[in-house]
C-alpha cells in the first residue's frame, strides 16, 4: 500500500481458497490496486476460489465505472470462482457489476453473508 492509501487489505488463503477482506473509502484507482494485489495472490498461491469482504468499504462507482473495472479483470479470474460479500444496500450497484462480469465469462456473484458466500464457494 502507498504512503497516503486509505484502505487496508488482509488476507489467509485455506488450500484452494484465498480470502481477502479490504476496507476504507476507495477511489477507482485504489479499487484497481486493490484487484492488482488479488491478483497476485491468486497467480502466487494458484488458487481457485476467492472469497472478498468488501462490507467495511465505501466504494460508489459510476455506470461505466463497472463496465471499465469488469472488462479491465485479468483473465485468470476466469479461472477463479469468486464470492463478493457487499453491504445489502449497494446490492443495485453490484448486481450490475455482477451482470458484466458474467457477460465476459468470469464465475462470480455477490452476496450479504460470509455463510451464503462460503456455501456458494463449495
Given at each position: 500500500?502507498?504512503?497516503?492509501?486509505?484502505?487496508?487489505?488482509?488476507y489467509?488463503?485455506?488450500?484452494?481458497?484465498?480470502?481477502?477482506?479490504?476496507?476504507?473509502?476507495?477511489?477507482?484507482?485504489?479499487?484497481?490496486?486493490?484487484?492488482?494485489?488479488?491478483?497476485?495472490?491468486?497467480?502466487?498461491?494458484?488458487?481457485?476460489?476467492?472469497?472478498?469482504?468488501?462490507?467495511?468499504?465505501d466504494?460508489?462507482?459510476?455506470?461505466?465505472?463497472?463496465?471499465?473495472?469488469?472488462?479491465?479483470?485479468?483473465?485468470?479470474?476466469k479461472?477463479?470462482?469468486?464470492?463478493?460479500?457487499?453491504?445489502?444496500?449497494?446490492?443495485?450497484?453490484?448486481?450490475?457489476?455482477?451482470?458484466?462480469?458474467?457477460?465476459r465469462?468470469?464465475?462470480?456473484?455477490?452476496?450479504?453473508?460470509?455463510?451464503?458466500?462460503?456455501?456458494?464457494?463449495?
Amino acid at each position: 500500500m502507498g504512503l497516503f492509501t486509505k484502505y487496508k487489505l488482509r488476507y489467509t488463503v485455506k488450500g484452494d481458497l484465498l480470502m481477502v477482506a479490504y476496507s476504507g473509502k476507495l477511489t477507482k484507482r485504489e479499487m484497481n490496486e486493490i484487484m492488482d494485489k488479488i491478483h497476485k495472490l491468486i497467480i502466487e498461491h494458484t488458487v481457485r476460489k476467492l472469497l472478498i469482504d468488501a462490507r467495511d468499504s465505501d466504494l460508489h462507482l459510476e455506470l461505466n465505472e463497472s463496465l471499465s473495472m469488469a472488462n479491465e479483470q485479468p483473465l485468470e479470474f476466469k479461472n477463479v470462482r469468486t464470492a463478493i460479500v457487499e453491504k445489502k444496500e449497494k446490492a443495485a450497484q453490484y448486481k450490475m457489476f455482477e451482470m458484466f462480469a458474467e457477460n465476459r465469462d468470469f464465475p462470480m456473484h455477490f452476496f450479504n453473508t460470509i455463510t451464503e458466500a462460503e456455501e456458494w464457494l463449495m
